[in-house]
């Protein structure tokens, strides 16, 4: 029995340690990649449905590995949080999108009332210095404050809410715009709504899903929180639309915005300044 119990400590011991070794690599070729500059910027546009036009666009980062090709950021952005390279990352992603802003700025007219939006992980909003950072990118390209949007979680103001709180009022003081990305995911308080300055919530695509028919229930709660964001005026966007009849009964409950596979894709940069150009 003794023998039979090692035996499966070490089959045990032995799955860890290969997943901490993967683990490992991956970090450190990650810190690698960043110096490299093997990460890359795609972005997906977020369309105004009443104005027929892009009203903004999400940076969502690639990581351009020399062997494994286009890798995702779920294979990649939890473990840059667990080591805190995500705060370099993070601040890269910030860089990067604001001088891409403003060189469409500069090169496309239809550029010209563009926004775009940085997601930022909990790890981030909890650095002193976040505020300088997105401070610094911002100030470095020339923009505006109003340009910008950070993207969080609603799993972000529950941590360690005082320091958030403060962070977040700091930032809505810079002029960035505050968004709660996957929103209705978190199971938190909607009270949050009330002490943070948030002036979109992007409707997670798992709400949208079963939008079109009568049986799934997500009509009534995504014309819930429609009505709820519209009495409070913070703006709507809903996420992951892949069907034209999602996206009628969206236009049906008077949505302004939307963003899915339906209307654009993640796109590289050249191809987003082609769809700005029409
Ligand atoms: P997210 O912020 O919720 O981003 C939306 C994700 O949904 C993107 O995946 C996008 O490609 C995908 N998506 C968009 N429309 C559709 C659709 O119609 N159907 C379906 N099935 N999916 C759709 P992506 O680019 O793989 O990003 C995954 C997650 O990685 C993001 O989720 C975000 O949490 C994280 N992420 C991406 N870039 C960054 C970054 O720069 N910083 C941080 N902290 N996280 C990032
Ligand atoms: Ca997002
Ligand atoms: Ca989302
Ligand atoms: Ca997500």
Same mark, same amino acid.
């Given at each position: 029995?003794?023998?039979?119990?090692?035996?499966?400590?070490?089959?045990?011991?032995?799955?860890?340690?290969?997943?901490?070794?993967?683990?490992?690599?991956?970090?450190?070729?990650?810190?690698?990649?960043?110096?490299?500059?093997?990460?890359?910027?795609?972005?997906?546009?977020?369309?105004?449905?009443?104005?027929?036009?892009?009203?903004?666009?999400?940076?969502? $980062?690639?990581?351009?590995?020399? +062997?494994? @090709? %286009?890798?995702?950021? =779920?294979?990649?952005?939890? !473990?840059? /949080?667990?080591?805190?390279?995500?705060?370099?990352?993070?601040?890269?992603?910030?860089?990067?999108?604001?001088?891409?802003?403003?060189?469409?700025?500069?090169?496309?007219?239809?550029?010209?009332?563009?926004?775009?939006?940085?997601?930022?992980?909990?790890?981030?909003?909890?650095?002193?210095?976040?505020?300088?950072? $997105?401070?610094?990118?911002?100030? +470095?390209? @020339? %923009?505006?404050?109003? =340009?910008?949007?950070?993207? !969080?979680? /609603?799993?972000?103001?529950?941590?360690?809410?005082?320091?958030?709180?403060?962070?977040?009022?700091?930032?809505?003081?810079?002029?960035?715009?505050?968004?709660?990305?996957?929103?209705?995911?978190?199971?938190?308080?909607?009270?949050?709504?009330?002490?943070?300055?948030?002036?979109?919530?992007?409707?997670?695509?798992?709400?949208?899903?079963?939008?079109?028919?009568?049986?799934?229930?997500?009509?009534?709660?995504?014309?819930? !929180?429609?009505?709820?964001?519209?009495?409070?005026?913070?703006?709507?966007?809903?996420?992951?639309?892949?069907?034209?009849?999602?996206?009628?009964?969206?236009?049906?409950?008077?949505?302004?915005?939307?963003?899915?596979?339906?209307?654009?894709?993640?796109?590289?940069?050249?191809?987003?300044?082609?769809?700005?150009?029409?």
């Amino acid at each position: 029995a003794k023998e039979a119990g090692r035996g499966r400590y070490e089959v045990f011991d032995e799955g860890m340690r290969a997943r901490a070794v993967a683990r490992l690599q991956v970090e450190n070729e990650l810190r690698r990649a960043l110096d490299r500059e093997e990460l890359q910027l795609f972005f997906q546009p977020i369309h105004d449905l009443q104005a027929g036009r892009i009203a903004s666009c999400e940076a969502l $980062v690639r990581w351009n590995h020399p +062997e494994r @090709g %286009l890798v995702g950021p =779920d294979q990649f952005i939890p !473990i840059a /949080e667990e080591s805190g390279l995500i705060v370099p990352l993070g601040a890269w992603v910030l860089q990067r999108a604001c001088r891409q802003l403003a060189r469409w700025r500069r090169s496309v007219e239809a550029a010209d009332s563009l926004r775009i939006t940085v997601n930022l992980s909990a790890r981030q909003v909890t650095q002193p210095d976040i505020v300088d950072t $997105v401070a610094e990118a911002i100030e +470095e390209a @020339g %923009l505006d404050p109003q =340009d910008i949007g950070l993207e !969080i979680t /609603e799993h972000v103001l529950i941590e360690d809410a005082q320091t958030t709180a403060d962070t977040l009022r700091r930032l809505q003081r810079l002029g960035v715009r505050l968004v709660i990305d996957d929103f209705g995911t978190g199971y938190s308080s909607l009270s949050y709504l009330k002490r943070y300055p948030i002036e979109v919530l992007k409707i997670d695509r798992s709400f949208i899903d079963g939008i079109a028919d009568d049986e799934s229930g997500d009509l009534a709660i995504v014309t819930a !929180i429609v009505r709820m964001a519209s009495a409070l005026g913070v703006d709507v966007i809903p996420e992951g639309v892949e069907t034209e009849a999602q996206l009628q009964a969206l236009r049906d409950l008077g949505c302004q915005y939307a963003q899915g596979f339906l209307l654009d894709r993640p796109l590289p940069p050249e191809e987003l300044e082609a769809r700005l150009r029409g």
